[in-house]
């Protein structure tokens, strides 16, 4: 069955970075645009970025262009989300997450895109 698997959260100062990983399994993981999200408390699931098959195409957040990096290795199943510069607006629940088709990309994305979730990773960014 499909697992995708998000560490690296925590606790950190304002300005300070952070490097999310997500682990998948239970499908072809090449064949799949996969992405970011994150949900703060009281808030809904909101897009933080996307990467498509091989990188040919990457997008972002406004609030995160220019801190945040998406990127991903085929060849260990993984997406990475390099956080720098982080603000304490950016406290939340990361989730990674898979289109819910293979060979498809889609602008902008919405949450009802992705089928199929992790277990999500704290982000927790102090002043």
């Known amino acids: 069955q499909v697992q995708l698997v998000e560490s690296g959260g925590g606790l950190v100062q304002a300005g300070g970075s952070l490097r999310l990983s997500c682990v998948a399994s239970?499908?072809?993981?090449?064949?799949?645009?996969m992405g970011w999200f994150r949900q703060a408390p009281g808030k809904e699931r909101e897009f933080v970025a996307a990467i498509k098959r091989n990188a040919e195409r990457i997008d972002y957040a406004d609030s995160v262009k220019g801190r945040f990096t998406i990127s991903r290795d085929n060849a260990k199943n993984t997406v990475f989300l390099q956080m720098n510069n982080l603000k304490p607006e950016d406290t939340a629940i990361y989730y990674c997450?898979?289109?819910?088709?293979?060979?498809?990309?889609?602008?902008?994305?919405?949450?009802?895109?992705?089928?199929?979730w992790g277990q999500g990773t704290q982000v927790t960014v102090s002043s």
């Open positions: 239970g499908f072809t993981f090449s064949s799949y645009t």
């Open positions: 997450g898979a289109d819910r088709e293979p060979y498809t990309y889609r602008k902008p994305y919405e949450r009802a895109d992705f089928g199929s």
